[in-house]
């Protein structure tokens, strides 16, 4: 068997990209046709303990763990594209109200929490580039720095919410905007339907960062019982590309919610 | 009334023909389909059964033209039949400029038809026979959609948005029109007539305001309890349906939000023209506020019924 | 827990010694880049001489840039098997298709006359089932707003004004 | 092919290396009997088993509702139709509990039964030994969404004591933001249970992608692998907007934020993209596996390379991308653009051409084969006769102007009965039988099977095929009345609904029999040519082979498969001694007693065989 081919199916590792049906095993000799009793003994080597026990090598479960985090990724911006479509239904039918709505929101709070959150997602790579270099310390204080920045961001959100609560700005039936700052809310019609997706939206995103907080802050105590080494991170990188996607929604959110213009 | 066959409700109006064409075709091809799939799966069955349990048949030669041909085939069948039927389509949805145009709107669990004369009628309606009738619709609630079979039309019903169908009668009858979105409780209940008459008839029906037939208050007020669809909430025989029933409602003491009331004659007026004033405890306020259109002499009618449920 | 067969290969189970590890110059250099873009979209966001149909194309754009800047290295997709970025791509192309077909239907209801768009009056209507809906609600309403604005009791609203939502 | 039956030194229960027999008396089923060994499982067999079961009963329950649909519909409630008498109590329950029945019967069968089906219960019992893989690649991962399931499950429950859900199973706005609180309860069960169905594809995507045997390519794969394959790229992708379309929905419900309820401002018809977005993916998540099996089915008794493997994997693959781009035609009369109703109509029909040829593959595998009348094959047949209907009447519907007659009567109702019953159940049964002296390592009665399969058969045309014609004529669906006109049909769709209970119950009770007193079942009572037939006992070892196999042929090649052949002729260990006598030709000898691997003979690979 070739080495890089220990099951014989990484021939076609590419696949879609390269898809071909007329060369059937490429890659698997015909001697591979006799499971031979010397190879079979020969697992009584050692394993890492990590490995578990129906995958073949660490290599084939890091990568069928990357892959499964991906997928999972792809269903969360499926879920969030729910949102982002009735913002577009809505933006169409109601463009002024959109216009005035936006006013309400604090850009310069919003575009805070942005750099906020590209940091934390900043950190979160340069903590998998620390365990990849087997820097224990550093992976811990870069899990640190991205919850840091992970509760700056909901700290800001915390006072952005509760600033528009204070005028009367609740979502759904409870939209009720009075006093000098908000008060002409009122008069503009489904004012009350675009803070309602407002904070659904922001909402939905904040329970995803505090879920990204609790799997960071799982990893980061794994981290500190010195789990991880260059050789078996697979926690810290599928937390850290949660925390990405995290990131990749307020992307979107940002300019959308906050800089109509 | 149009013949009804295996496949099909009467046939009523200038576009059933048209879908029932297209029906019948898809149908046709289908049965010719069918039974080629049924034949061959028979004829392989019986023709090359197993023999013995060593069988090793060899394996056949995939023909690139055999699939390639039952790609081609139903592909070129379903475009022909898309392309008839989006222009069937089109002319179902665009009316003539020149339609007859009636207000309909749908509420739970009634139909209400406002004709450009004025009057109002519920659950049935009458139109002319061969003049393209446009219906500009609305639902006062959820919802709806509304289906007459015998036209091949359907459209559904929303709140806040007009939506608009349109039919030429070819025959004069009585027709079924149904509610085919699921409404709640008596969605199964909001069904209704439609009346096909020739043009001297309906220049009748007009002149009599939509009420074209005679009696005493009492008979006239039956025929409203069943047009107005006031039987899908209160019943005749003391059976508790979603409002309070009608036997022996008359000269009960009702007690409600605003305070216990004798029924009268003015309490049933009130009840019936703004349902909101005075809800009957025990119930809920599902009274719809419909009513407001009937004429002084259509409330005596319902009154004196309701009079007679003893 | 080891795995019987004949394939586990010692060579197979040191670990990621394949793996690429992003060096952290390029790490900070995306960095950069992205508080770049971030300042961009709010200084495009806010421009008053940019015709406003180009202000959300605009805004997506940036936006578009800097989830690839992030998927690309920090996911590290660049150096990553093809298949995930397949995954990605396929997603993105999804939530096109979902928000394409659905505000394609928005844009063109009506177009046969089949349906009409909202009229005024029927705005006026739907403002008032909005205003009985709201009465229905008004006493959570008062209590919410008495307890998040006590101090600002002067602007304060009462609850025997439902209706000052229901005026457009 | 190779068959090394060392024993596995690292079976769950003996971490030391004491050998257990190889023989299929020491398997998953047994290695460990407590309670506690099912509930914290993470094998993919029991995992199926468990669904399996659950399954069952939901299906038990909401067939029951049906039972009951059927029956109130026996007999119009009109006792003078002309004068507007109506009885209030209905034939056997009144408008209200009949609404609440048939929405029950349409959730818990969409949600609860037909999405995860054939995934849930063959799928992770079948899909990694397919792959000669000794597990799925997230076991645990694969466990939990089985409790989300559960848990799903529980909050329907819990939703019957809210109140009366009426909405129907599409939970049309405005009317679910109206109705009772119990809508609350069942979006939140379908939003959780919506996890179960996600882990459960990404699961198998990984799998597929990851844990293939050695020469196992991706045109080596069973048919099946490759259904389960596109069906969960469709539930990564499809259920996480199903997801956010409960999620606002509640909100709707909770806080009136006004997305959907027009009388808030919001968009009733956006709703109704949001939902079919999915709930159109949906319906071709319930029909792909089937097409799954009933193309294992189709290859292993025509005995048969399976014609057009190609053509049919891709076009599962097909199906299940295009699937996304057609959910308007659920929505020609909802007041939809017209443009966009014929931009869906048009795509609708190049969806279905990758149906047809998928029939046309079937039935022409027959074509010089060995056809085996065995019950699974008796299913597969009456899958392609019924889904054949299914298919084309859906043709029908698809067409703009007819669908605007038919839409929302009892045509589309039986439609898509001949689609998911028809098809995913009759198949989901066929597969059962199939893979039940695998899953079990016992076989069931043929004769009764076959006597059951009669009843089905008639039961479920007559029950549907006349809704054909009701619906036709138009009556509308969801009717807890009708008017007289419809009566007998009606009548005659719920005798065929009783005449289909019956066929239905016979069959699981050829199941209990079979588990109960049905003779034991030797490694391959077909013949096949899959790995878990060549390669694993009856049932199969709790790490599914004793040694991992090695691939180097198609799943189909049986002029290749020596070892089905080979071991045909072995001395039978007296496995069949017990049987019920009336299938004297299941094959008695199997490779998997006592060291008959010896027979197996290694071939070399063929390439480009040209058959002469």
């Known amino acids: 068997m070739p080495p890089g081919h220990p099951n014989g199916v990484r021939a076609d590792r590419n696949w879609p990209l390269r898809f071909d049906f007329t060369t059937p095993m490429a890659s698997a000799p015909a001697t591979l046709t006799v499971d031979s009793p010397e190879v079979h003994d020969a697992h009584a080597h050692d394993h890492p303990p990590h490995l578990q026990h129906h995958f073949v090598s660490s290599e084939q479960q890091f990568d069928a763990a990357k892959m499964g985090m991906w997928l999972f990724l792809a269903t969360e911006i499926l879920l969030f594209s729910g949102m982002f479509v009735a913002y577009a239904v809505f933006r169409t039918l109601y463009p002024a109200t959109y216009e005035a709505c936006a006013t309400a929101l604090n850009t310069m709070q919003g575009a805070f929490n942005t750099l906020v959150l590209l940091g934390s997602s900043l950190t979160v790579a340069l903590a998998i580039n620390a365990i990849q270099r087997d820097d224990q310390k550093g992976l811990q204080r870069y899990l640190l720095l991205t919850l840091l920045g992970a509760a700056i961001f909901l700290v800001v959100k915390y006072f952005e919410y509760t600033h528009k609560f204070h005028s009367g700005i609740f979502p759904g039936l409870a939209f009720h905007p009075y006093g000098e700052e908000f008060g002409h809310l009122a008069t503009v019609p489904y004012a009350r339907q675009f803070f309602s997706l407002y904070y659904v939206s922001t909402g939905i995103h904040a329970i995803h960062i505090i879920a990204g907080m609790v799997v960071l802050s799982w990893v980061y105590l794994k981290a500190r019982k010195g789990t991880f080494s260059s050789s078996y991170y697979t926690h810290v990188e599928l937390g850290g590309l949660y925390w990405h996607l995290v990131d990749v929604i307020w992307i979107f959110l940002f300019p959308l919610l906050y800089l109509i213009h | 009334m149009g013949e009804t066959s295996l496949w099909h409700p009467p046939s009523a109006s200038t576009i059933a023909p048209d879908v029932d064409a297209i029906f019948n075709f898809v149908n046709y091809v289908s049965y010719v389909f069918f039974l080629g799939v049924l034949a061959a799966m028979v004829y392989f069955v019986v023709k090359y059964r197993r023999r013995s349990a060593t069988d090793r048949p060899a394996p056949v030669v995939e023909s690139k033209w055999l699939e390639i041909s039952w790609i081609i085939v139903p592909t070129i069948l379903v475009l022909v039949v898309f392309t008839w039927g989006f222009k069937v389509f089109v002319r179902m949805n665009v009316a003539p400029p020149d339609a007859y145009e009636i207000r309909v709107r749908g509420y739970q669990w009634n139909w209400q038809f406002t004709y450009p004369e004025g009057f109002t009628t519920s659950k049935n309606f009458t139109v002319p026979v061969n003049r393209p009738v446009r219906l500009l619709m609305d639902s006062q609630d959820v919802l709806h959609s509304f289906y007459i079979p015998a036209f091949r039309i359907k459209q559904d019903v929303l709140p806040n948005r007009y939506s608009a169908v349109w039919f030429e009668a070819t025959q004069v009858g009585t027709y079924d029109l149904f509610c085919t979105e699921y409404c709640g409780t008596t969605h199964s209940g909001m069904i209704g007539k439609i009346t096909v008459v020739d043009q001297d008839t309906y220049n009748a029906f007009v002149e009599a305001g939509g009420d074209v037939g005679g009696g005493t208050p009492e008979q006239k007020g039956q025929r409203l309890y069943q047009q107005q669809g006031c039987a899908g909430c209160h019943s005749l025989d003391g059976s508790r349906l979603v409002g309070p029933s009608f036997k022996g409602l008359f000269g009960s003491t009702q007690a409600s939000s605003t305070g216990s009331h004798e029924v009268d004659e003015n309490y049933i007026r009130e009840s019936i023209l703004s349902p909101g004033a005075s809800i009957a405890n025990g119930y809920p306020p599902a009274m719809p506020n419909n009513y407001s259109t009937l004429t002084a002499d259509q409330l005596d009618g319902l009154i004196a019924f309701i009079k007679a449920q003893k | 827990m080891a795995h019987p067969a004949s394939h586990s290969d010692a060579a197979h189970d040191d670990g990621h010694h394949g793996h690429y590890v992003a060096p952290v110059s390029l790490l900070l250099k995306v960095f950069a880049a992205l508080v770049f873009f971030t300042v961009l979209t709010v200084a495009t966001g806010r421009a008053d001489w940019i015709p406003s149909a180009l202000h959300v194309p605009i805004a997506l754009t940036i936006a578009l840039i800097k989830v690839v800047l992030v998927a690309m290295f920090f996911m590290g997709l660049k150096h990553d098997n093809r298949v995930n970025t397949v995954i990605l791509s396929l997603t993105t192309i999804f939530v096109i298709v979902f928000l394409g077909f659905t505000l394609f239907d928005v844009t063109q209801r009506g177009d046969l006359g089949n349906v009409d768009q909202m009229t005024a009056a029927d705005r006026a209507y739907m403002m008032h089932e909005d205003s009985v809906r709201y009465a229905q609600t008004a006493a959570v309403t008062a209590a919410l707003a008495d307890s998040t604005a006590a101090a600002d009791s002067a602007a304060a609203p009462s609850a025997a004004s439902p209706d000052s939502t229901a005026a457009p | ?612």
Do not use: C
């Not at chain 4, 039964?113 to 645990?140: C, E, Q, T, W, Y």
């Not at chain 4, 009965?417 to 002296?437: K, N, Q």
């Not at chain 4, 899959?530 to 991992?548: G, I, R, Y």
């Open chain 4, 1 to 612: 092919m190779a068959q090394t039956l060392t024993a596995d030194p690292h079976a769950p229960t003996a971490h030391g290396h004491a050998a257990h027999p190889t023989d299929g008396s020491y398997n998953y089923l047994n290695y460990d009997k407590t309670f506690m060994s099912w509930a914290k499982t993470v094998d993919h067999k029991r995992i199926g088993l468990m669904y399996m079961v659950t399954l069952a009963l939901v299906f038990l329950v909401a067939g029951l509702f049906a039972i009951a649909l059927r029956t109130e519909l026996i007999a119009t409630n009109w006792t003078n139709y002309a004068a507007g008498e109506q009885d209030a109590a209905g034939t056997i329950m009144n408008a209200n509990t009949y609404n609440w029945v048939f929405t029950m019967h349409g959730a818990m069968m969409t949600f609860l039964f037909l999405v995860p089906s054939v995934p849930a219960i063959l799928g992770n019992f079948v899909l990694p030994l397919h792959l000669g893989a000794k597990d799925v690649a997230f076991p645990r991962l694969n466990l939990a969404s089985y409790y989300f399931y559960i848990a799903g499950a529980v909050l329907v429950i819990a939703s019957l004591f809210v109140g009366q859900l009426d909405t129907g199973w599409t939970f049309y706005m405005p009317y679910s933001a109206r109705t009772n609180g119990s809508v609350t309860f069942l979006t939140m069960a379908i939003f959780i249970a919506g996890f179960s169905s996600i882990f459960t594809g990404l699961n198998f995507i990984v799998t597929i992608h990851k844990m293939r045997a050695p020469g196992l390519t991706w045109n080596r794969l069973p048919l099946f692998v490759w259904a389960m394959y596109a069906v969960s790229l469709v539930q990564v992708l499809a259920t996480p907007v199903l997801g956010i379309t409960m999620l606002l929905l509640f909100t709707e419900r909770i806080f009136g934020v006004g997305i959907f309820d027009p009388a808030l401002g919001g968009d009733p018809i956006l709703f109704q993209h949001m939902f079919w977005f999915y709930s159109h993916p949906a319906v071709y998540i319930m029909i792909l596996p089937a097409f799954g099996i009933i193309s294992e089915l189709m290859g292993t008794f025509s005995r048969q390379r399976l014609y057009g493997y190609r053509a049919v994997a891709l076009s599962s693959v097909a199906i299940a991308l295009l699937g996304f781009l057609v959910w308007g035609h659920h929505m020609f009369v909802s007041g939809q653009s017209a443009i966009s109703s014929i931009i869906f109509s048009l795509i609708t029909y190049l969806i279905g051409i990758p149906s047809g040829i998928k029939v046309f593959n079937w039935v022409t595998t027959m074509y010089k084969g060995s056809i085996w009348l065995q019950t699974p094959m008796i299913y597969a047949l009456m899958f392609i006769f019924l889904f054949t209907i299914g298919g084309l009447t859906g043709v029908m519907v698809g067409v703009l102007a007819v669908d605007v007659a038919l839409h929302d009567t009892y045509y589309v109702v039986a439609h898509f009965h001949y689609v998911m019953m028809g098809g995913t159940v009759i198949a989901l049964i066929g597969g059962m039988y199939y893979w039940f002296p695998k899953m079990f390592g016992k076989m069931y009665s043929e004769r009764w099977a076959k006597i059951f399969s009669l009843f089905v058969f008639v039961g479920f045309n007559t029950t549907f095929f006349t809704q054909f014609l009701l619906g036709a004529k138009g009556m509308p669906r969801r009717y807890w009345d009708y008017i007289p006109m419809y009566e007998h049909l009606h009548q005659i769709s719920t005798i065929g609904s009783y005449i289909l209970a019956v066929g239905l119950f016979g069959v699981l009770g050829t199941w209990i029999w079979g588990l109960m007193k049905g003779r034991k079942a030797p490694q391959n009572p077909w013949g096949a040519a899959t790995l878990e037939w060549t390669h694993a006992t009856s049932p199969p070892d709790p790490h599914n082979f004793t040694a991992t196999p090695v691939v180097t042929r198609g799943p189909y090649d049986y002029y290749l498969a020596d070892e089905v052949f080979l071991t045909r002729n072995a001395p039978s260990s007296g496995d069949g001694a017990a049987g019920d006598g009336s299938d004297g030709d299941v094959p008695q000898g199997d490779g998997s007693g006592d060291g008959a691997a010896a027979t197996v003979v290694a071939r070399p690979i063929v390439r480009d065989f040209k058959p002469h």
